[in-house]
């Protein structure tokens, strides 16, 4: 079944202790990109990637490191975790004029 | 930046009735897109646009697209309850370099279908 799977569902961490989200799609999608919904703001891309070893940020890349070292796989590394990078996140792949697959979110809580 | 701007916020229809939401955006695109969320789920893609492309069909969706206005609508016809969920739509950049294919996503219309 073609699809984006990301891990874990839910994460509860405590300010500062290092953390990694991971992201794989099996659909061989050059695009790959990560988001974060929080309620009124919608969702904002934080960074995102054309293919392997090309990333660029997003418009909240601040406090994310993201790499691409495998075509399938992109993780989100939350170096230094602060409480208001508790979100709803989302990882999520496309192909060339075709739209996203979206995985079905990590809510990650940061105290 | 939040480039989709859907309106209406909110919208509440009985079953059966045409749902029309409209997106407006600020930048070139090559494409639009048109997303649903249920609640707290990931999004589903439900249809793309292209720049040169005017109206777009897929089942019970129509989505038209005026790149002059800089705006486009997701019509539902005969809605259902199951229609119930959130739609976002998307504009991908038509930037050159690493921008391209950058997706922005609006804040979405929240869409309540009553039985």
């Known amino acids: 079944e073609a699809q984006v799977t990301q891990n874990p569902r839910y994460l509860i961490t405590v300010t500062g202790k290092k953390l990694t989200v991971t992201c794989s799609q099996n659909m061989n999608h050059e695009y790959m990109s990560w988001y974060r919904q929080d309620p009124g703001l919608g969702l904002r891309q934080i960074y995102y990637s054309m293919n392997v070893e090309v990333t660029d940020k997003g418009d909240v890349p601040e406090g994310y490191k993201v790499s691409r070292k495998e075509k399938r796989n992109f993780p989100l590394i939350l170096e230094s975790p602060s409480p208001n990078q508790t979100s709803l996140y989302f990882c999520a792949s496309r192909t060339m004029n075709y739209g996203y697959t979206f995985g079905s979110g990590t809510r990650l809580t940061v105290v | 930046s939040q480039q989709g701007e859907e309106d209406p916020q909110a919208l509440s229809i009985q079953e059966g009735e045409n749902a029309t939401m409209n997106c407006s955006y600020k930048t070139s695109i090559n494409n639009l897109q048109w997303y649903r969320q249920n609640s707290g789920r990931g999004l589903v893609h439900l249809i793309l646009?292209?720049?040169?492309?005017r109206e777009k069909h897929s089942g019970r969706l129509r989505v038209t697209l005026d790149t002059s206005k800089k705006s486009s609508s997701l019509l539902i016809t005969a809605s259902r309850a199951a229609d119930t969920a959130s739609y976002f739509c998307a504009t991908a950049s038509n930037a050159g370099g690493t921008s391209y294919g950058k997706l922005t996503f609006g804040q979405g219309t929240i869409l309540t279908v009553h039985p």
């Open positions: 646009i292209r720049s040169n492309e």
